[in-house]
């Protein structure tokens, strides 16, 4: 969930504009393509292919991913939603159409509106109580959640991943988080969502060259959830 890029500092902008022309295109070519193996399958499974699938993206950034997703994956429609105004200059262009700006918490989508949520690098941003607030909102309005964040491994892991977040994300106004999930705190926010995961990939490939050296696989990973069968969600 960024601030708009046009209102960060000097320094801030020249950060956030490294990132977009060296590590971003690439980043977010593999996220795509991860995804759209889960969104395929999701579809494929439980959903089938008569029908347009709709797919709510929660924190879009600059909503590249979701275009990607709509090039490569017939039949979706890709509903984009985060936190800042879109530019003033471009808000009544056809590209902006499909973006939607929120709080941060509500979701401005009815119950059940769409078949899949997607959340790319988001949860760790959100603090505790933010996580649940906004998994119990995607549950609400989807019927399946695809979630794609990082684990921590210990200290190391969870510094590299600092670095990788002030580089990624700092430029726009993004926080900094201190820790990361670890596979037995996703279980916890999973169990207290009251979600099911369908099926976890433990390690991603998300960088190339050097960079896929100092973050390796093993720090991404993508979960498939449900609403959990005679569960309810601690938040509602």
Known sequence: MVRPFAQQGLFR???????????????????????RCEIENIRDRFIGTD??????????????????????????EITCVDTYAPPVDEASSLRWFKYHQFDGKRLPFGDAEFDISMCVDVLHHAGSEGVGTLLHEMLRTSRFLVVKDHFETGLISR?????????????????????????????????NAGLDELRRINSVQ????????IFPPRLHYISVMTKRKNGESSNT
Request: charged share 20%; aromatic share 10%; hydrophobic share 45%.
């Open 206 to 213: 998300i960088h190339g060259k050097i960079f896929s050296v």
């Open 159 to 191: 510094k590299l991943l600092q670095f990788a977040d002030f580089y990624g994300n700092w430029g726009y106004g993004v926080n900094i988080p201190k820790q990361y999930f670890r596979e037995d705190t996703w279980k916890q926010v999973i169990m």
């Open 13 to 35: 902008r020249l950060v956030a504009d490294n990132n977009r022309g060296i590590v971003a295109p690439a980043r977010k070519s593999n996220i795509a393509k991860a995804l």
């Open 51 to 76: 029908r347009i699938v709709k797919i709510l993206d929660v924190g879009c950034g600059d909503m590249g991913i979701a275009e990607i997703l709509i090039q490569q994956i017939q039949g979706i």
